[in-house]
């Protein structure tokens, strides 16, 4: 183990040429100078200095030495500045439900990233009971997802309308089945969506899986079929429709996760996201 502190003496003593110049620069004794030498030099196994009645000389091993010491302690000093800082540093693990990853969410990342600029944010956007799961095993520390039916499970950040969406000129033919776009199983809207056309009693087909935003929202784009969002997630080109569709619950969104320490950066995402609010509905403004 190179300890620091004979490092320390070590440069001092190669930066002055000598071992009493070393002591007054360090303010210590020179038998002490000269005992962190010798430590060093019987952990290194090899001798780095020369000395007679006059100088003090490198030996090459000793060349190489200087650069390491001053590496180590230079890395030694950037871990101490790096957390004396002013700044807080870490990171939070934040898992989003993927309807709301939008530029909803963009700003409140770059509000965050703003005011702490030496947190790093882990985001993992997913569908929202496997994202409940996890933060049920601690691989989150938060998670702004919908409701799981049937199961409180965070503070509540606002109530949604369910709606079945389309293009402007979906045409869903009567006693057709409603071809459906959905996520796959375990899906919150997917579930929402077959339940309603059950009691309903209207028949239907799943015409397309896709297990991302992008992917559902071109799918119906393309004319593939109906899907359900939030009402104030739906994505840009799509509309709700009302083709006398069953009318669907409606979800809340909530924020779940253990509760942070005031003052902390967890904490201070948690009130972004609360005062962020509900997305604005499209064509509301």
Not at 76 to 92: I, T
């Amino acid at each position: 183990m190179l300890d620091t502190v004979w490092l320390r003496t070590f440069l001092a003593v190669a930066e002055t040429g000598g071992f009493s110049r070393a002591a007054r620069a360090l303010e210590l004794g020179q038998p002490t100078v000269s005992q962190h030498i010798r430590k060093l030099e019987s952990v290194v196994g090899r001798s780095l200095l020369t000395r007679d009645s006059h100088t003090v000389e490198l030996t090459g091993d000793g060349e190489a030495m200087v650069g390491f010491a001053r590496g180590i302690l230079g890395s030694q000093q950037q871990a101490l500045d790096y957390f004396a800082g002013p700044e807080p540093s870490g990171r939070v693990r934040l898992g989003v439900s993927e309807d709301l990853v939008t530029g909803w969410l963009t700003d409140i990342a770059q509000r965050f990233q703003r005011k702490y600029p030496r947190i790093d944010l882990d985001l993992t956007a997913g569908l929202s009971a496997p994202l409940h799961d996890r933060l049920a095993r601690g691989e989150l520390d938060m998670a702004l997802i919908k409701q799981p039916d049937g199961e409180p499970s965070g503070r509540v950040l606002w109530r949604d309308e369910l709606v079945w969406v389309g293009r402007p000129d979906t045409e869903i033919v009567p006693g057709d089945p409603v071809p459906l776009v959905v996520y796959p199983e375990p899906s919150i809207t997917r579930a929402r969506a077959l339940s309603a056309l059950q009691q309903g009693q209207r028949s239907w087909r799943i015409s397309c899986n896709a297990d991302r935003l992008n992917g559902l929202s071109m799918a119906v784009r393309a004319g593939l079929g109906v899907a359900v969002f939030a009402r104030s997630v739906i994505p840009d080109g799509l509309v709700p429709l009302d083709y006398g569709l069953p009318e669907l619950e409606p979800i809340e969104f909530v924020l779940s996760g253990r509760d942070p320490v005031h003052g902390t950066p967890m904490s201070a995402l948690v009130d972004m996201i609360a005062e962020a609010g509900r997305p604005e509905v499209a064509g509301s403004h």
